[in-house]
C-alpha cells in the first residue's frame, strides 16, 4: 500500500545475511524485515506499523520476531515507524508498549517528539549506552524527524573499549534487588539454543556463545549501568569500629572542656572539679575507644574463613599512611611493554646448536598414547566448582562478578553444565572468555617507568568456571597417574612451600649429620609464566598421555587471547597475547607445572620445584667435588631452561655452602621461598629477619 513499508539498505562492502522475517509479517498491522550484519553478530530490524493496524496482532508479531533473534544472543538495532506514543504514555495501547521492550530487554533510545509534539519513530537496542550516540534532524524527506545511530566498531559482546570511553567509570549494582530480578528472569529462561543444538541448527560454537550472551544480556537488563560518582574517595576501612555512642561520648567530653573553659576564662570558682569531671569523661573516651577498635578487630579475625590473612589486613590498614599509588603511565605504553618486554625476553633465550630439543630431555614415555579424555560433567560438580569461588564483587570485562554468578548457579546450573560439557567433547574455548582486563600495580621506583609496575589479570568469571573443570580432570589424571614429579611442590594438593623448604632442610641436616657440606644454588626465571611458547605445552602433554583431541581444547583455550590496560578510567586498545600461560587463570599454573615436571630428572643433584624457583642442591665431603657437582648441575639446568624457552635471570642466581667446618665460607646467606638460611644452618638470619619485620607491626598489634 501507499505511504508505509519498511526496508533496509546496505553498503555493498558490508557483509550481511538476510533473515527471513515471514511470518511476523503483516500489511499494515506488522511490517518487518531484518538483516545480520555477520562481522558485528547485531541484527538490524526495520519496521512500520500502520495506525490502521490491529494492535493485538503487532504486540504478537513483535514479541515474537525479536525473541527469534535475541535467542542468539546477538545485539539487535530495531529501527521503526511504531505510530505509538512513547513520549507521553497517554493510553493503554502505550502503556502496554512501554512494557514490552522491557521484557525483551530493549531499551528505547528516543525520547523527545519526532513528528510534530509526539515521539512516535525509535530506535530500540540491547547494548549500553556507552557503545552508541542517536543524532536527530529535520531531513525533509518527510514529516518525520530523521534519526542516525551510529554503534561504536570496537565493542565485544556489549563491552566498549574505547579510550575515551572507559567501562571503569561505570558500574552495575550488586545489590539483592538487582540479583532477585536476575534470578527470577532466569528461571524463567528456556535456553532455546539447547534445543537447537539438538536438533542441528547451531554448533557448539553457536551454542556457548548464544548462552553467554543471553546470561550477560539479561543481566545488563537487570542491573543497567550507572555512572560513578566523580568525587574522589578513599577506600573504605577494612572494619567499623566508631559507633553513635562513642560520637556522643566525645560530644559530652568536649562540651566539658569548653564548661571548664569558660568556668577558667570567668575565675570560677568551680573550674578544678570542672576540669576534673572533663579529665574523667576524656579517660573514659580514650578506654571506650580503645575498647571498641579491639573488640572490632577481634571480632574481624575471629569471623574471618583465613585468620592469619585478616589479621595482616588490619596491619596494613593501621599501618597505612594513604600513600598515593595512582598509576602515572597511559594505558596504551603499559599494554605495549607488558607484551613487548616478554618479545624481546623471549628474543634474548640463548640458542646454539649444543641446546638439545625439549622433547629429547623428557625421557621415556610413562602411559599410553591417548589415555586421558575429558569426562562429562553433571550440574553438581559445575554447582560445587562454583561454590568455592570467593564471595567478591570485583568485576570482570563483562560487569560479572563471583558473587553475581554464585548467587545465580543453582537456577543456571543444568543448562551450563550441558553447554560445558559440550565444549569439553568438541574442544572449543570461546573467544569471549579469552579476554582479561588487566590492572597495573605500582610496585616500587620511578613511577614513569613501565617495568616498575606488575600487571594483575582479571579473567571472565565463566572462564573460570570452563578452566576449573579442566584442571580438576588433568590434575586427577596426573596425580593418579604419578606423572608429576616428586621434586614439584607448587599448586599441589597436600604441599606447601613448607614443605619444600623442609626438604632442602632435611637434605642438609642428613648431611651435616654425616660430616659433609651442603651447596645450594638458587635459580631465578626471568617472566616464566610469560615466555613459554604454546606448541611446548601441547606436545608434552600429548608425551604425558592427554590425546590429541583433549589438546584440542588446550589449544583453543591458549590461542586467540587478548588483553586491555585499564588507568584512571581509560583503556587501552585490545591487543594479542601469543605466548605464555594465561595470567590469573586457574589452569596456566597447572601447565606451567607441566612444562617444568621434567627439569628434576635433568640434573645430576636433587632439586625442589616451586612454581618458577628451582632450587639445586648436594651433597659431599669433599668440597671442591661439591663445587665442581652443583657446577654442573647448573649448567644442566640451564641447557634445559633454554630448550624450554624459559630465561634463567643468573644476576638473581643465589649460591651458599653450608658446612660445620672452620674454613670460611662465600656466601653468609641466600633467601630460600621466604626463609633465610646461613652457611652453619643456625637460623640466626633468618631470625633477625623475621625480628625486624615483626617490630614494624608490634606497636600495631599492642595498641
Known amino acids: 500500500k501507499k505511504n508505509g513499508g519498511a526496508g533496509n539498505f546496505i553498503k555493498q562492502t558490508i557483509n550481511y545475511k538476510e533473515i527471513n522475517f515471514q511470518n511476523f509479517c503483516e500489511e499494515l498491522h506488522s511490517e518487518l524485515c531484518c538483516i545480520k550484519l555477520v562481522e558485528k553478530n547485531m541484527f538490524v530490524i526495520s519496521l512500520y506499523r500502520s495506525p490502521q493496524g490491529n494492535i493485538d496482532s503487532f504486540f504478537q508479531n513483535f514479541e515474537l520476531a525479536v525473541r527469534n533473534v535475541l535467542r542468539n544472543g546477538s ?25 514490552l521492550p522491557k521484557s525483551l530487554n530493549l531499551n528505547c533510545t528516543i525520547k523527545t517528539p519526532t513528528r510534530n509534539n509526539s515521539c512516535i519513530d525509535n530506535i530500540l537496542v540491547n547494548y549500553t549506552d556507552s557503545l552508541f550516540e542517536i543524532s536527530s534532524f529535520e531531513g525533509h524527506f518527510a514529516d518525520h524527524n530523521s534519526h542516525v545511530i551510529n554503534v561504536f566498531q570496537n565493542n565485544v559482546c556489549g563491552v566498549s573499549y574505547n579510550n575515551k570511553t572507559s567501562s571503569i567509570n561505570h558500574i552495575r549494582k550488586q545489590t539483592d534487588i538487582e540479583i532477585n530480578l536476575f534470578i527470577t528472569m532466569l528461571a524463567h529462561e528456556k535456553w532455546e539454543m539447547i534445543n537447537e543444538y539438538n536438533s542441528d541448527r547451531i554448533t557448539v560454537e553457536n551454542l556457548f556463545d ?37 560520637a556522643e561520648e566525645r560530644n559530652v567530653m568536649l562540651n566539658l572542656f569548653n564548661v571548664y573553659k569558660n568556668l577558667r576564662n570567668n575565675g570560677s570558682g568551680h573550674t578544678q572539679l570542672a576540669y576534673n569531671a572533663y579529665l574523667v569523661s576524656k579517660r ?9 577498635k579491639r573488640k572490632a578487630c577481634e571480632s574481624f579475625i575471629e569471623a574471618a574463613p583465613n585468620r592469619c590473612k585478616a589479621a595482616w589486613d588490619v596491619i596494613r590498614q593501621e599501618n597505612s599512611h594513604g600513600t598515593n599509588q595512582e598509576v602515572a603511565l597511559d594505558p596504551e605504553q603499559l599494554n605495549n611493554f607488558f607484551l613487548n618486554s616478554v618479545v624481546e625476553l623471549s628474543n634474548n633465550i640463548p640458542q646454539t646448536n649444543n641446546i638439545t630439543h625439549f622433547y629429547d630431555l623428557l625421557g621415556e614415555r610413562q602411559t599410553p598414547p591417548e589415555t586421558f579424555q575429558w569426562q562429562e560433567v553433571c ?36 543448562p551450563l553444565s550441558f553447554i560445558l560439557s559440550r565444549c569439553l567433547e568438541y574442544g572449543y574455548f570461546s573467544n569471549l572468555l579469552k579476554l582479561s582486563k588487566v590492572i597495573p600495580i605500582y610496585k616500587k621506583g620511578n613511577k614513569q617507568l613501565p617495568q616498575n609496575y606488575r600487571p594483575v589479570s582479571i579473567v571472565p568469571i565463566f572462564s573460570k568456571i570452563l578452566e576449573s573443570l579442566m584442571h580438576t580432570q588433568l ?15 607448587d599448586f599441589r594438593k597436600g604441599r606447601s612451600t613448607t614443605d619444600a623448604v623442609m626438604e632442602v632442610v632435611n637434605h642438609t641436616l642428613n648431611a651435616l649429620d654425616n660430616k659433609e657440606s651442603v651447596a645450594i644454588s638458587l635459580m631465578d626465571l626471568s617472566k616464566a609464566f610469560d615466555c613459554v611458547p604454546f606448541d611446548i605445552i601441547l606436545e608434552k602433554l600429548e608425551f604425558y598421555g592427554v590425546s590429541q583431541h583433549s589438546c584440542k581444547l588446550i589449544h583453543s583455550y591458549l590461542t586467540n587471547r587478548k588483553q586491555y590496560v585499564t588507568v584512571r578510567g581509560l583503556n587501552s586498545s585490545v591487543a594479542n597475547v601469543t605466548m605464555g600461560v594465561p595470567q590469573g587463570s586457574v589452569l596456566g599454573p597447572f601447565l606451567f607445572t607441566v612444562i617444568i615436571n621434567d627439569l628434576p630428572k635433568n640434573v645430576i643433584v636433587s632439586s625442589v620445584v616451586y612454581a618458577d624457583d628451582t632450587s639445586l642442591f648436594t651433597s659431599n665431603k669433599n668440597v671442591i667435588n661439591l663445587r665442581r657437582t652443583i ?50 644452618l643456625n637460623w640466626s638470619f633468618h631470625i633477625d629477619s623475621v625480628c625486624g619485620k615483626i617490630s614494624r607491626v608490634s606497636y600495631l598489634l599492642w595498641k
Open 475 to 489: 590434575s586427577l589424571y596426573f596425580e593418579n597417574s604419578n606423572l608429576i614429579s616428586e621434586s614439584q611442590f
Open 379 to 414: 550440574s553438581e560438580e559445575v554447582s560445587n566448582i562454583v561454590s568455592i569461588f570467593s564471595n567478591s564483587k570485583s568485576m570482570d570485562v563483562y560487569f560479572l562478578s563471583n558473587y553475581i554468578v554464585k548467587m545465580t548457579i543453582n537456577v543456571i546450573k543444568d
Open 75 to 99: 545485539l539487535v538495532t530495531i529501527c521503526g515507524d511504531f505510530n505509538l506514543e512513547m513520549g507521553v504514555l497517554q493510553n493503554q495501547c502505550s502503556i502496554r508498549f512501554s512494557n
Open 284 to 292: 573514659n573516651y580514650r578506654y571506650n575507644l580503645t575498647e571498641a
Open 210 to 246: 548464544s548462552f553467554f550472551k543471553q546470561y550477560i544480556n539479561l543481566w545488563y537488563y537487570c542491573s543497567p549501568l550507572v555512572r560513578k560518582s566523580n568525587k574522589c574517595r578513599g577506600k573504605s576501612k577494612t572494619i567499623k569500629w566508631y559507633t553513635d555512642d562513642l
Open 631 to 680: 657446577e654442573t648441575a647448573e649448567s644442566d639446568a640451564l641447557n634445559w631452561f633454554s630448550s624450554n624457552k624459559l630465561l634463567c635471570n643468573q644476576e638473581k642466581t643465589q649460591n651458599i655452602l653450608i658446612s660445620l667446618s672452620q674454613q670460611p665460607l662465600d656466601t653468609i646467606s641466600v633467601k630460600l621461598l621466604g626463609m633465610v638460611m646461613d652457611s652453619k
